[in-house]
């Protein structure tokens, strides 16, 4: 089992810039690429961004493609989602998750997702 653990949430007003961390501990060998997701109230949970592990590759939703950044360290399991030109519609709960699966091909849904982070509140005010 893999344990993950986000910090970074916050308030912001819109335009601002917040930096969103997950650690991972526990069965990390099978990692295979590290996602972030969220979910605003009364919506799905929805694909942000993923980095893969072995070589550092990131894949994206369009609609924060010019806007945030996901990077990791592999040798100690972090990764980080830098978030700029924050909107009102990024308001969200952030969640963190991992997959054994190859995440170039998946479908990058919540079922491919089989670890999970508490959730981090990330709140834009316009």
């Known amino acids: 089992q893999v344990l993950l653990v986000e910090s970074g949430g916050g308030l912001v007003q819109a335009g601002g810039s917040l930096r969103l961390s997950c650690e991972a501990s526990?069965?990390?060998?099978?990692?295979?690429?590290m996602a972030w997701f969220r979910q605003a109230p009364g919506k799905e949970r929805d694909f942000v961004a993923a980095?893969?592990?072995?070589?550092?590759?990131?894949y994206y939703e369009d609609s924060v493609k010019d806007r945030f950044t996901i990077s990791m360290d592999n040798t100690n399991y972090t990764a980080w989602l830098q978030m700029n030109s924050l909107k009102p519609e990024d308001t969200a709960v952030y969640y963190c998750a991992v997959t054994d699966l190859p995440i170039a091909t998946i479908t990058r849904a919540p079922r491919h997702f089989d670890s999970w982070g508490q959730g981090t509140q990330v709140t834009v005010s316009s």
């Open positions: 526990g069965r990390t060998v099978g990692i295979a690429a």
């Open positions: 980095v893969r592990w072995r070589d550092g590759s990131t």
